[in-house]
């Protein structure tokens, strides 16, 4: 029977396409080629569970029958990510296509393959890339990284809670922000904001908050000049603001403390992606408000409140770096490809709920911003980010001082009993060192 079985198979298969199948068969193995087109994805894990099972369960399971490749993905926390990249080029192995944040692009440039041809493509064909991807991204020579998405960070703030406390629409300025939270605080209601060392939460806090005083890191030659009176201005203000508006257990939390303490009703507003929001809303029989209403209708958005030096933003930037040392660069282009196609990106896209803004143009129209307002801030959070070692170039110095948490570590100081004076020179040394 088995031999009967194996002269039909041969007899379909018919001429060269028998004598290849009779090889599988003898051998029990497929060619090599076929072994050889495997793509191994290192991502975070995301914050919106929704797109990690659809990538699985859906779109890279139609990818491999499109492109005719294996697909492994594989996700880790997002702090791990850094420590997994070095160690695969160190060693020369590793994943084929790796996901990495804001600067860390130019970290690993060395290491990558160029994707320009992918990257414009896809920004010709989408209405143009935004500048903040095409900087973080692009060493203007080349694209050492596949622009993904921004997530757009701003606070979610209990809607009723700041009506009570005198605020009908969300403040304006540091110093308005400052007077509703001390009442919020003392009717047990802080503001939460982490100093630690996370991924998102605390950069994306202290680097804007910085630059809306009118400090900057280095000027636009690279020279540091941090150390100076608009920077100990914001660290003073801060030292104020932490004691009367935040809830210091706060300090150390990472990257989902602040989301529990605000699903749990105990803190007022937090600066954060839109995961927050988005778990009321696949929850809502879960966090209800104190008279039992769905918490997803108490929340609203806002971007960080205004300085002296106007109003700044930090989004984090994701994109896809594919490495020299892959065996599967081929494989890897083609998927990028399938998986940058409009239609394709766009289930992705549609289960972030807007977590998540496309870095081209063209997504800024689409109905996922208009059939949920509470959402429509972020939609512009590709155009608004500013990146880490403002007002210099974006480079390696920058990303070494945004990965050492050197602006974060400068408010954690001075708002734990360090002085402001010597909280600014600390960090102001720890610069230096870095830029050279």
């Not at 050492?144 to 209990?158: E, H, K, L």
């Not at 630690?196 to 020279?223: A, C, I, N, Q, R």
């Not at 490809?337 to 992705?348: L, P, R, S």
Request: include cysteine; proline fraction near 5%; aromatic fraction near 10%.
């Amino acid at each position: 029977m088995a031999g009967t079985k194996r002269r039909s198979l041969l007899r379909l298969a018919g001429g060269g396409a028998a004598a290849s199948m009779a090889t599988i068969l003898a051998t029990g193995r497929m060619p090599a080629f076929a072994r050889q087109r495997t793509v191994h994805w290192l991502k975070w894990v995301d914050f919106v569970p929704a797109s990690d099972a659809l990538l699985r369960g859906e779109l890279l399971p139609e990818a491999e029958r499109a492109l005719g490749v294996r697909i492994v993905l594989e996700t880790v926390n997002g702090n791990d990510l850094k420590p997994r990249v070095t160690a695969a080029i160190s060693s020369g192995a590793g994943p084929d296509l790796v996901m990495a944040f804001n600067e860390q692009t130019y970290l690993y440039a060395g290491s990558a393959v160029d994707l320009t041809d992918i990257a414009q493509s896809v920004a010709q064909a989408e209405g143009g890339l935004c500048a903040y991807a095409r900087t973080m991204c692009s060493n203007g020579g080349r694209f050492m990284a596949m622009p993904w998405a921004v997530i757009g960070n701003m606070i979610a703030y209990r809607r009723s809670w700041f009506e009570e406390a005198g605020a009908a629409s969300f403040p304006g300025t540091w110093a308005e922000y400052r007077d509703v939270a001390r009442k919020l605080k003392a009717r047990g209601r802080p503001i939460g904001q982490t100093l630690g060392h996370t991924l998102g939460d605390s950069p994306s806090f202290t680097y804007p908050y910085l630059w809306s005083w009118g400090g900057m890191e280095v000027d636009p030659t690279g020279k540091v000049v941090l150390n100076s009176a608009a920077t100990l201005d914001s660290v003073k203000f801060m030292q104020d603001f932490w004691k009367d508006a935040c809830d210091e257990r706060g300090l150390t939390w990472d990257d989902t403390g602040n989301n529990r303490a605000f699903l749990s009703q105990s803190i007022s507003a937090t600066l954060n992606g839109a995961s927050i929001y988005l778990e009321t809303l696949r929850r809502p029989e879960r966090y209800r408000t104190a008279n039992g209403t769905p918490m997803n209708r108490d929340i609203l958005h806002a971007p960080l409140p205004a300085g002296p030096a106007g109003r700044f933003g930090l989004h984090l930037l994701q994109s896809n770096m594919l490495m020299k040392y892959s065996t599967n660069q081929e494989a890897v282009k083609d998927f990028l490809k399938w998986i940058h196609a409009e239609k394709n990106f766009e289930q992705w896209f549609v289960s972030q709920k807007g977590f998540s803004t496309p870095c081209t143009e063209t997504w800024e129209g689409h109905a996922a911003w208009t059939d949920d307002p509470v959402m429509a801030p972020f939609k512009v959070a590709a155009k608004l980010g500013q990146a880490p070692g403002r007002a210099g170039p974006p480079d390696a110095r920058a990303a070494e001082a945004l990965s050492t948490y050197v602006i974060s570590d400068m408010y954690a100081k001075a708002v734990q009993g360090m002085p402001a004076e010597e909280a600014v020179k600390w960090a102001d040394g720890r610069l230096r060192k870095i830029y050279g």
